[in-house]
């Protein structure tokens, strides 16, 4: 049997509703988790979305990610055996890193 993830908040509903929706709790624990509400792609997703991008260099960043600093930004997020990616996170790191090389 799948297990349902019980709500841990609830976020107001827009103005003039009275009813809340409910927010899960990814890792209360982990400062660098997802933000509620963030944006989460596959490698491919990711690629598709930015064209200077390549899942091959997707990949290369996700497979040196302790060593390239992206694992302490946030933007990887392991569901079992997927790696997933805070667009967003991504971004800004990539973003920086190029920033940091040009200079």
Do not use: C
């Not at 302490?72 to 805070?86: E, F, K, M, P, Q």
């Not at 890193?97 to 040009?102: D, L, M, N, S, T």
Request: no cysteine.
């Amino acid at each position: 049997m799948a297990r349902t993830p019980q709500p841990s908040a609830t976020v107001p509903a827009a103005t003039g509703t009275s009813a809340s929706t409910p927010v899960l709790a990814l890792a209360v624990d982990n400062p660098a988790a997802p933000a509620p509400g963030a944006i989460i792609y596959t490698v491919r997703q990711l690629a598709d979305s930015q064209p200077a991008l390549t899942v091959g260099g997707i990949r290369h960043d996700l497979f040196n990610r302790r060593v390239n600093g992206l694992q302490a930004t946030g933007a990887v997020i392991r569901r079992g055996r997927a790696l997933l990616l805070d667009g967003p996170k991504y971004l800004q790191w990539f973003m920086a890193r190029g920033v940091e090389r040009a200079a």
